[in-house]
């Protein structure tokens, strides 16, 4: 039975909505939340004391708050900054961590069954929507197939709680080109990624990831790094140009993206050749990569978090490498951000081991000379118009998805507030509160 407080709520916004539309037509209940500090994902400064309206699972109108809106449908955050819900363009919710004390990488495909590994899946997208990340770019499954597409269409029945999944399944490289790798040749050992050689390959092979769900078509154009006698990073190269036109042709023909993974040198060069949509990670931008990205209007989803931690130790090829990785992106990521390329906020977890603070990301972001709002930018309205969602996800506005969340203090003045979301709303249900363990 609906309260007496719910129905004046109700009168009280419908006569509050300046525009018809589809959500005031509907006859689903209205929830408030008051917000003490907003920060919409669009606009360059916060506002105080503002009222959100959210019917169904949409945002139906953002208005100043009169203090005098009281009731069960009001979620009261007065005190808190409410934001959208974030989005994390870079995840891998299959990989659970690559410490080579617990057997690295290859641990994930060999050891653990594709249950086990599901359920692994599970617990990362729950993971993530406590952290308020209420969208995920997952971008490869990492050896476990069409699995990413599977854990979507769970999240969507509502049989797991989850984010909105934006997924690539098995993602594209070369003989040669992934792991895992280091075996005896004669054991025809399983890989991270479908390896094609050659245009016809690379473009059946997008077509079937298509097929059977892509979102994203995910490629690695450089493998492996290490640093040369003369001292610079070195990453080898993987699909030739051909090879990538022809998987960005046939995605874009679908009205899908290309994500490349590339690090630098000759293959961050032919990804920008063949046409990527993004650059992940990015490691190593020259001048020139990035009057080519402004150009084609590619973005850059730096992931800079997991460079700068975990070294391997110093006097070590690995540890070498790690050490120039890292020395190398922090002036590219600054150049790029100086010069106007477009950036998505992205993590790398599951490289990451799940249970660290996804929001870690931040820190480096602004560290490295972003500022907090448009850090929280890359995550929310930035990385919607790179998923194709302007209008549906990351903005608090009519209309949009009514994905909120809040922290209890100023993410502006202390970017790592943001690791410590106490509410969340996806699609216009509270799935964490403030209240709730
Ligand atoms: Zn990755």
């Known amino acids: 039975m609906r309260s007496l407080n719910f129905v004046l709520l109700s009168l009280c916004a419908a006569t509050l909505l300046s525009t018809p539309n589809r959500a005031q037509e509907s006859d689903a209940p209205i929830t408030i939340i008051r917000a003490g500090t907003l920060i919409d994902g669009t606009s360059a400064k916060p506002i105080k004391n503002q009222v959100i309206f959210v019917q169904g699972d949409r945002i139906i109108k953002v208005s100043g708050d009169t203090g005098t809106l009281t009731g069960k449908d009001v979620i009261d955050l007065s005190h808190a900054t409410v934001l959208p819900g974030l989005i994390d363009s870079h995840t891998h919710i299959f990989l659970w961590g690559e410490d080579p004390a617990k057997g690295g990488y290859d641990a994930n495909i060999l050891n653990a069954g594709i249950a086990q590994r599901a359920a692994r899946a599970t617990v990362a997208v729950r993971r993530a929507l406590e952290?308020?990340?209420?969208?995920?770019?997952?971008?490869?499954?990492?050896?476990?197939?069409?699995?990413?597409?599977?854990?979507?269409?769970?999240i969507e029945e509502g049989t797991i709680p989850g984010p909105r999944l934006f997924v690539v399944t098995r993602a594209i490289s070369t003989t040669g080109g992934y792991n895992l790798e280091g075996y005896a040749p004669?054991?025809?050992m399983p890989k991270g990624?479908?390896?094609v050689d050659g245009p016809v390959e690379a473009r059946k092979a997008a077509?079937?990831?298509?097929?059977?769900?892509a979102d994203w078509i995910k490629v690695y154009m450089t493998h492996r790094s290490w640093v040369d006698r003369a001292g610079h990073l070195v990453s080898q190269p993987t699909l030739t140009v051909d090879e990538l036109r022809a998987i960005v042709d046939e995605a874009h023909g679908w009205g899908k993206k290309v994500a490349c993974h590339a690090y630098g040198g000759i293959g961050l060069q032919r990804a920008l050749d063949g046409g990527c949509d993004s650059i992940e990670h990015g490691l190593e931008l020259t001048d020139a990569n990035i009057a080519q990205m402004l150009r084609q209007g590619t973005w850059l989803c730096p992931t800079l978090a997991p460079y700068y931690q975990n070294w391997a130790p110093e006097n070590t090829p690995a540890g070498q490498r790690d050490r120039k990785r890292a020395e190398v992106h922090e002036p590219s990521f600054k150049r790029a951000l100086h010069a106007g390329v477009k950036i998505a906020f992205g993590t790398d977890m599951?490289?990451?081991p799940w249970d660290q603070?996804?929001?870690?990301?931040?820190?480096?972001m602004v560290k490295?000379?972003?500022s907090p709002m448009d850090a929280i930018r890359s995550a929310t309205s930035r990385a919607a118009e790179m998923l194709d969602m302007k209008?549906?996800?990351?903005?608090l506005a009519p209309g949009v998805y009514a994905d909120v969340i809040a922290v209890r203090g100023d993410p502006l003045a202390n970017i790592a507030e943001l690791r410590n979301v106490s509410f969340v709303m996806h699609n216009g249900a509270v799935f964490k509160s403030e209240t709730s363990k």
């Open 391 to 395: 209008g549906e996800i990351g903005a």
């Open 193 to 195: 990624a479908q390896l």
């Open 131 to 154: 952290q308020g990340f209420t969208t995920l770019r997952d971008v490869e499954t990492e050896g476990a197939g069409y699995g990413d597409v599977e854990i979507r269409a769970a």
């Open 207 to 213: 077509r079937e990831q298509l097929e059977h769900g």
């Open 357 to 364: 603070p996804i929001a870690h990301e931040f820190d480096y």
């Open 368 to 370: 490295f000379g972003m």
């Open 350 to 352: 599951g490289g990451i």
């Open 186 to 188: 004669e054991l025809d």
